[in-house]
């Protein structure tokens, strides 16, 4: 999963072929395993990178979008603040400022 996030279409049934599994059977090892559904896992995976991509590149957030699997800008921002709380956007100008700012005090 974590190799191939950024497929638009990237299903449990694609996922459980991968790994020789039922694909019922690969969700109920996963929610037995982890406490989450396969949905929950990519979205989070996809999150994380897009979290990266934010906070070390200049990419503009349509392209970043595109990059961790979301077809669709806006529902990529809408699933983004649903997890974090926070726009792509916010998160970027916060987080990019703290990196910065990390980044100035190591050189002095």
Do not use: C, W
Request: net charge positive.
């Amino acid at each position: 999963m974590e190799t191939n996030f950024a497929q638009v279409d990237l299903k449990l049934d694609d996922v459980a072929q991968f790994v020789d599994r039922n694909p019922s059977y690969f969700s109920h090892l996963l929610i037995a395993k982890t406490s989450k559904g396969f949905s929950e896992i990519l979205s989070g995976i996809r999150m994380k990178e897009a979290k990266r991509l934010l906070t070390e590149t200049s990419k503009p957030i349509k392209e970043i979008s595109l990059l961790v699997g979301y077809q669709n800008a806006n529902y990529f921002s809408r699933s983004f603040k649903e997890m974090n709380g926070v726009s792509p956007k916010e998160f970027r100008l916060t987080n990019t400022h703290q990196i910065k700012g990390e980044m100035t005090q190591s050189q002095d």
